[in-house]
């Protein structure tokens, strides 16, 4: 495992630059993979909106900020075609991006958290696409 989780309080975990620095590093990287980045641009036109969303996201996660009002398990039941190792390539990258952030116990939590939310997501997926099969989790997050 790359990522480390600890245990220090959200309010001193991180700054909003920590999780700025994280959010935008990490999807530099998704939209310049092969696999995973045609799947972002085919489906966002406005990349800054986007990435304000996202920091949002993990501000309200990591620093309890409470910005974030989306709805991500319908967004992304709503995508074709997604599978458990494009979900096992988003946290690989998570973890390589996470791996090279100034701020390391900030970006335990945020490994921690990716796990278990990317397992939620993709049980979700499964049980809207195909409610009669038995959902499998992600191996190894
Ligand atoms: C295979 C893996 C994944 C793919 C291909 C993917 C792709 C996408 C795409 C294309 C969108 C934009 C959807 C839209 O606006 O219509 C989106 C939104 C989003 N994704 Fe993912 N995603 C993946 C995994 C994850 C994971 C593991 C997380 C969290 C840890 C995450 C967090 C989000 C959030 C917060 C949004 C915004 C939802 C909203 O607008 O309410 N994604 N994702």
Request: with cysteine; net charge negative.
């Amino acid at each position: 495992m790359l990522c480390m989780d600890n245990s220090t309080p959200a309010t001193e975990l991180c700054t909003e630059e920590d999780v700025s620095h994280l959010v935008h590093g990490f999807y530099a990287r998704v939209r310049a993979d092969e696999v995973l980045g045609p799947i972002f641009d085919a489906r966002i036109g406005d990349w800054d909106g986007h990435l304000a969303k996202l920091v949002d996201f993990w501000s309200s996660i990591l620093r309890r900020t409470g910005r974030f009002s989306g709805a991500p398990m319908p967004r992304h039941a709503a995508l074709p075609g997604l599978t458990a190792e494009l979900f096992q390539r988003w946290l690989r990258l998570f973890h390589e991006v996470a791996a090279v952030q100034p701020n390391q116990a900030m970006a335990g939590q945020a490994c921690a958290a990716a796990g278990r939310i990317a397992q939620s997501l993709w049980l979700g997926y499964q049980m809207q696409r195909d409610p009669d099969a038995l959902p499998a989790a992600l191996s190894d997050v």
